[in-house]
């Protein structure tokens, strides 16, 4: 059997298929089984059916936190399904239709809870989506931006808030400073850590677009023609649509004519309760501090821990207030654990190509052609693309900071001559690259878990949010080449990204509106919009 360094050029086939095959087919499933299956082919020098099956039995049950995931996932959505049958969606989209109650409002309100949920990028999207969904179809708005809102939102303020993403981002940190031979003389992993977020800039400027898009209601690309869909004909999918979810399809009616806004409030807090006091308890340890406490938490743990006290709690409420049998609730968990099968077994897949791209060292060969070119200017460029590249390619942040973090560290060291000030803005480049790819990656888990809870046709969902994942990386690229042609310090420069974020915005919605000749700003008259946005 072959080497995966001799692979070259052929480990970036898998990938490449998989994703050119998702984007023009439009079907994630048999395009990632296909990449693998190639993948299989390459690496074994034959059919490659047994190497195929391997990476994907292996991507299930040899990975405990790809387990972890699973049964969160599962647990997830025994806990929405009751939810949904009791009412308690409904009961919160009735209370919320009177006060969100234009496209802007339910957009903002979207983004500010994704803000304020930071702890984890899973439980982000799940519980936001869950919230939101029935109440932004009420004002028309697009299934795919909605699942634009949730995506751009959950991972990259996990990179600044205390979760899961932080404690791994600095493990990785103190890999690259094993990796280079500096621990002794560059400030702790922690501290760079720190350091780098002002240099995180996609993930930054992913947020404030979010925001942006949200407060100007402006559009472009195909999300453009989503909204113009949506909010002329209603339709918050495309007619040939294939949403991951649909909760009246898949679980019926509700089961009561009374919907309490308890039986939403209840399991979400449950969830959000266990969860907190599960990281709590799984980091500490006497004397420990909250960063130590941090870095040894067991989060997806806790998360799994979490969604099963959202199931039960559920279930309970479903079984005291009589909306549900015994049987009818059980039931109802294994519609629940049905709703999530197609967005797992794209994730099983998303994983498995993962382990086809590891196997062929997809990441070292990309990697090692970026390090032919490097200097100190360059170098934060370098890395944003590097990484985008490698985490498009394999659908994985995790696995792409993993791959590049060990490279880019000892680089960052070297051309800087030993400064801590571009171990920062190294690291800040790969954690930006990382999400960049994965925001634009048809094979990526976060952005199947966006379009599986806001209900959204995956391909769909990757074609509307490219157009933006791509603005805002430009941005990031203006800003890291500005910093290096300059030496100007972040609070300056990120100003100025600022400035640049809401002109594209504005200067794209106006183009893109006048060459498909609709308008920029596609939102049909409503009573209570007009009411709610008089000050226009």
Known sequence: MTTGSEFGALSLVPPLIAIALA???????????????????????????????????????????????????????????????????????????????????????????????????????????????????????????????LDSTAAPVATFGISSWVAYQISMIQTGYEAAGITDVAPSAFLTFLRSMPYNLYCLFALLMVGVIVLTRRDFGEMLDAEHRAQSTGKVNRDDAKPLQSMKDDLGDVETDSPMVRFFTVPIL???????????????????????????????????????????????????YDVLSIDEGMETVLDGFGIMLHAIAILVLAWSIGAVAGALETGAYVTEIAAGFITPTLLPIVILFAGGFISFSIGTSWGTMALVTPVAIPLAWEVSGGSSEMLAVATGAVFSGAIFGDHCSPISDTTVLSSTFAGADHIDHVRTQIYYALTTAALATIGYLLYGLTGLPQLVLIPVGIVLLVAVVYGFSELDARRKGLTAKPFVTRERDSLADADD
Do not use: C
């Open 23 to 149: 984007i023009i087919t439009r079907r994630a499933l048999l395009s990632l089984f296909i990449g693998i299956w190639s993948g299989g082919i390459i690496y074994s020098g034959s059919l490659g059916i047994v190497q195929t099956f391997d990476w994907i039995v292996s991507a299930i049950g040899e990975d405990v936190f790809h387990a972890q995931i699973i049964v969160f996932v599962s647990l997830l959505g025994a806990g929405i399904a009751l939810i949904w049958r009791m009412g308690g969606s409904l009961a919160v989209a009735n209370y919320a239709t009177s006060r969100l109650d234009s496209h802007r409002k339910v957009g903002i309100a979207t983004w500010l809870l994704g803000l304020v949920w930071f702890f984890d990028d899973y439980a982000n999207t799940a519980i936001v989506g869950s919230s939101m969904k029935d109440i932004a179809d009420e004002t028309n708005m697009s299934r795919e931006k909605l699942a634009y809102l």
């Open 270 to 320: 449950a969830l959000v309760t266990v969860v907190a006091v599960g990281v709590a308890w799984s980091g500490y340890s006497p004397g420990a501090s909250a960063i130590d406490m941090a870095e040894s938490a067991d989060f997806m743990g806790a998360l799994v821990w979490g969604s099963f006290a959202m199931a039960a709690s559920a279930l309970v409420l479903s079984l005291v």
